[in-house]
């Protein structure tokens, strides 16, 4: 049985609730796949059944379990190459600097999922900065807490490392643990994990020199971007630089901020 409207109006306005992600009509789909493991798991006879059930019994375990199967996104190394390349040719060396008096950069992986985006950035600051005697720190947050443990633990399938990763940084960062690979202790050092909403307050973060915030303001509507983005500019520095995914723009949602285009990538920076 297909997913029914009931079921459907439901998920969407509980994760809209934890969330502010919207799930628009015609992602009935996407909703069901998502949920498919958890109604197996429940016993359910089909997901319209296991969301009843959840919407009748409320169960707090179960609606966050829902939340995150739902907000859980794509990730791969270096996803989509360019904006890495942007961070590695132009913001590193200005970096260099601009931070030469106290050596140290730190960095906010917003929606880091299980971790490729921040060891991504570890890794390429342990071959430049942090070879030149550099400090590095990396903030990665999430909502789903059960994507942060898969990061946080640090190790990947074959096929996860073969999305993106190039052969010689597998060879040098990874150690291989049977069928799987262990990222090595000094790239997890340089990240630190939590659990974090980006509705929620940002405060306890303190400020970073680059935010990368990538492929996930398309889940949130107008005003809610335009809310995340005015936090995210007061958790950046004057100076420091924000990435955002090759569909998403500051243009028409908050204007205290100007692009900066490096090779094909817009580098947004705060307006003084």
Not at 136 to 148: H, K, P
């Amino acid at each position: 049985m297909a997913l029914t409207p009931t079921a459907f109006e439901w998920v969407c306005a509980l994760v809209r609730k934890e969330s502010a992600i919207v799930l628009e009509k015609g992602k009935e789909y996407l909703v069901e796949s998502r949920l498919v493991p958890l109604a197996r798991a429940a016993g359910a006879a089909d997901v319209s059944a296991y969301v009843d059930g959840v919407r009748l019994r409320p169960d707090r375990r179960t609606q966050i379990a829902i939340v995150e199967a739902l907000t859980t996104n794509e990730t791969s190394w270096f996803r989509d190459g360019a904006p890495f390349q942007a961070f590695s040719t132009t913001v590193v060396p200005a970096l260099k600097q601009s931070r030469a008096s106290t050596r140290s950069v730190r960095i906010w992986s917003a929606a880091s999922s299980t971790g490729q985006e921040p060891y991504s950035l570890a890794i390429g600051l342990q071959e430049s900065l942090l070879a030149e005697g550099w400090r590095a720190e990396i903030i990665a947050t999430d909502l789903s807490t059960e994507v942060l443990d898969k990061a946080r633990a640090g190790t990947y399938s074959q096929l996860e490392v073969n999305r993106g990763l190039p052969a010689p940084m597998l060879v040098r960062h990874f150690t291989r643990t049977g069928m799987n690979w262990q990222i090595n202790e000094n790239i997890r050092r340089m990240v630190r994990f939590q659990q974090l909403n980006l509705t929620g307050s940002y405060a306890a973060l303190g400020q970073f020199d680059v935010v990368f915030l990538r492929n996930v303001l398309i889940y949130f509507d107008l005003a809610t971007k335009r809310d995340i983005l005015g936090r995210v500019r007061r958790a950046l520095k004057p100076d420091g630089y924000l990435f955002l995914g090759g569909a998403e723009t500051t243009l028409g949602v908050d204007d205290n901020w100007e692009r900066q285009l490096i090779g094909r990538v817009s580098v947004h920076r705060p307006k003084n």
